[in-house]
């Protein structure tokens, strides 16, 4: 382009001197018509050098013009190329001698200002955008939440961290959503926020094995939707515990209840019962309202074990004394069951607890243990010292515990034979109870067992740290002189 310039240029002032050769020469003849021969030859030869002359001084001027004007033009467009290729930081060179302003034309040294200055201000407006789609890129990545941009056609156009972590690979920018996504309830509230353009909320439980999403697609103001998706496995898992919780109470409370109901009604019905009948009675209503006593106790401490304001007065306490201390206290209840308590000891070792939690720690396990051992006739406690916790085992020899129930036993409500625990008087609380009160000592707590060779629950509590030695200030030597 610049060469046709050049070339016009050029071209413009040959034209130029040619026609002012013509007119000169036009005028020149008129003159001479009126003059005699001499002076005729004389001027017309000063005249053709005259020209020539000036033709020879005007040529190179044009072609020294023209080329200044042409390179200057070819910078800018070396300069539009490199912004056309995303160069932002291309400029055109106005301050070497080669380009300094000719007479004439000094409004391309304002346009190549201009184009500078605009080049300037698109730089700073592109890195003011890439900087908050930087920023807003970090901000989607940080979210707990997974999110989605798709086109007015289908098509993915970006997605955050959490979304790609949910899908992997498979979802990728300029990707049909369809392609990645099979679950039925989320690609409805796409096509709702896509055809309607209306905000859709749904549920998502088949993106992620064992995962639930709630859904929201919205509308985008130029076109395509925007799709976020809140994990609420959990809300759902509190929620379903919750109904079972509430169930199980209601279960557990229901039955006593109808029991204790139907004595009372059967007493008043019967205008004059029988002392031993009445005795019977009362004695069946009375065991129902001690179950109920119990089941209300044991829910009261899993509340309190449960609580985030649950606070244990921890202390350093020797391991034999704490185990030993728990054996006496259930002495009674094992003889009087006709099962033998064997103790295999515990170490003397000071480890960090709570003398009432660990009481209730070991009359659960003791009186489940007691619950079973009935065929086997036997209990064995003891504990061992490990490298930074005392584990503690109370194992009983009845028929034992599947491996399936193993993982569940410490669960709230949770009966190996439902049948069995409540004809036992179980609340089906206790182990639970357990569970939280040794995880809020920082121990461990889990189940081993075999089905004919009973079952053992084993427990650890960690050491209490060792006291610091404060160091004796060194002795002065006695002074000679006496006050």
Wanted: with cysteine.
């Amino acid at each position: 382009m610049t060469s046709n310039v050049f070339t016009r240029l050029l071209g413009l002032f040959v034209l130029l001197l040619a026609i002012q050769a013509l007119a000169i020469g036009f005028v020149f003849q008129r003159f001479v018509l009126r003059s005699n021969e001499g002076t005729l030859e004389m001027l017309g030869r000063e005249a053709l050098w005259s020209g020539l002359i000036a033709l020879a001084i005007a040529i190179p001027l044009a072609a020294f013009v023209a080329g200044r004007i042409s390179a200057r033009l070819r910078r800018v467009v070396s300069f539009a190329h490199r912004i056309a290729s995303g160069d932002l930081s291309a400029r055109i060179d106005s301050t070497g001698p080669a380009v300094r302003p000719i007479a004439g034309i000094d409004e391309l040294s304002s346009m190549e200002a201009a184009l500078n200055e605009s080049a300037v201000r698109l730089g700073k407006d592109f890195a003011e955008l890439e900087s908050g789609r930087a920023e807003l890129a970090v901000m989607l990545d940080s979210m707990q939440e997974a999110v989605v941009a798709i086109t007015a056609a289908g098509f993915v156009r970006w997605s955050n961290a959490v979304m790609q972590g949910i899908l992997g690979s498979q979802l990728a920018p300029g990707r049909p959503l369809v392609h990645s996504v099979r679950d039925p309830e989320l690609l409805a509230c796409v096509r709702g926020a896509l055809e309607r353009r209306e905000l859709c909320v749904g549920r998502a439980s088949l993106l992620a094995p064992g995962r639930v999403f709630e859904v929201n697609a919205a509308p985008l103001p130029a076109g395509g939707a925007l799709i976020v998706l809140h994990d609420v496995t959990s809300i759902e898992a509190a929620q379903k515990s919750r109904r079972e919780f509430v169930a199980n109470v209601s279960h557990e409370l229901r039955t006593p209840l109808t029991s204790i109901q139907g004595y009372v009604e059967t007493l008043i019905e019967d205008p004059n019962p029988s002392p031993e009948t009445t005795l019977e009675f009362l004695g069946v209503i009375l065991k129902n309202a001690s179950r109920m006593n119990r089941l209300t106790e044991d829910l009261l401490a899993l509340a309190s074990v449960e609580s985030p304001d649950y606070k244990l007065s921890l202390q350093p306490l020797r391991a034999n004394v704490l185990f030993q201390d728990a054996i006496d206290s259930i002495g009674g209840i094992v003889v009087d069951s006709g099962v033998k308590l064997q103790s295999a000891g515990a170490p003397d070792a000071l480890v960090m607890a709570d003398p009432d939690a660990m009481h209730q720690v070991f009359g659960n396990l003791m009186e489940n243990a007691l619950k079973y051992a009935q065929s086997g006739k036997r209990i064995r406690a003891g504990a061992r010292l490990l490298a930074s916790e005392v584990e503690f085992t109370i194992q009983d020899f009845g028929p034992g515990i599947a491996s399936e129930h193993l993982e569940r036993i410490f669960e709230r409500f949770y009966r190996v034979d439902k049948a069995r625990s409540r004809e036992s008087g179980g609340t089906g609380l206790g182990l639970a109870i357990v569970k939280h009160i040794v995880l809020a000592h920082g121990g461990r707590i889990w189940a081993e067992s075999e089905l004919g060779n009973g079952a053992s629950f084993h427990f650890t509590l960690p050491l209490a740290p060792a006291p610091q030695t404060v160091p004796q200030p060194a002795q002065q030597p006695a002074s000679a002189a006496t006050f």
